[in-house]
């Protein structure tokens, strides 16, 4: 093993550290920093950079980059398994590193493979969230306890990984398909003992249904500590509640008592829970550029522009720990992190600019991600 590489006895010690602070009253994040500061000091996260923003991963007390990278590669040209392709990822996350950049989101097979040889030799510069969606809880033949840590042994041995940092299982795909309690229950046993035996840091799932995620976090809040799931360039934070309407959740501002109609709106639940939010979809699967995510395209120049307003508009929310796009070239990488640098709040021109970006986001959506707005416009 390189000497650089973060052996599994080592991250087991430091969880039960930063655990053993929270039994006593301690945050995550005081026990494994030493004092809530409001960014870390450089030694105590991965690939510090004074110009990245960190913000804490909910109970876990791992910092994370405010802009993180996705696992999804689309519009990459080269095919999987080629040197090309491979290459290309090797520059992606190397850019990522050096522009501060620390938390890889990958969910499928081909992604944790992919990712998990990209970092080969430099394990210890990235935290790996890690998901097997082709062999989790989609499926009805994945959805015990037993298959899901079959599934996380199997793809952990093929991609050489000794741990990873965040074992997310997929869950919903759209938004009318249903888990049981048992398949709620088969999440955490997996997670528990995934966590048990060294092999997962921390735990936590990804969901596109918008209910089912509030209830995880409400109803198991020590197994689920970290929620992935999307918010867009057109999410709204602005409403104490939502409820589910015919053509998808609405904000509601009059708080009323929740117990009695509707719910919290997610914000609500991720503050109350301390439960770290990774924000998938945010450009809406490319929606929201005039290219539709093609790399140096004739429009390069304000897609770039596009991706920026829409990572500090999402970054707006304090309840997201980071934001995931995909990510194709290392210069997407270096455009993606300059938003960090950018006046947070946008004046009324950019604002108008992302309306309208929004609005043609929203009428771009392929058929398959109508769910997007139905389910995320109102969080």
Known sequence: MAGNEITRRKFVRDTTVAAAGIAVGMSAAEAAQGSPATQPAAEKTRSYNEKMEYRTLGKTGLWISAVSLGGHWKKIPYKFGTEDFARNR????SACIDCGIN???????????????????????????????????????????????????????????EYVDLWRPTCYWTPSTNHTVAHEEAIVGALEKAIKAGKVRFGGLSTHKHDWAIRMIETYPTHIQVVVVPYTAGSKKAHARVEPGKDGWKGITEKRNPKE??????????????????????????????????????????DDERARMTLRYVLQNDALTAAIPGLITADQVRNAAKAVQERRKLELAETQRLQQTVDEMWANLPENYQWLKTEWEYV
């Open 90 to 93: 090797r520059e992606v996350v």
């Open 103 to 161: 938390y890889i989101d990958a969910c499928t097979g081909q992604e944790v493979q992919a990712y998990s040889a990209a970092l080969r030799g430099r394990r210890d510069k990235m935290y790996f969230g890690y998901s097997y969606y082709e062999h989790e809880m989609r499926f009805p033949e994945w959805q015990t306890m037993e298959k899901l840590l079959e599934s996380l042994d199997d793809m952990m041995g093929q991609a050489k990984l």
């Open 261 to 302: 109609i509707g719910i919290y709106s997610l914000i609500d639940a991720v503050k109350k829970n301390r439960v770290g939010w990774v924000g998938i979809k945010p450009f809406a699967s490319g929606s929201v550029f005039k290219s539709r995510g093609m790399p140096d395209s004739a429009t390069k120049k304000e």
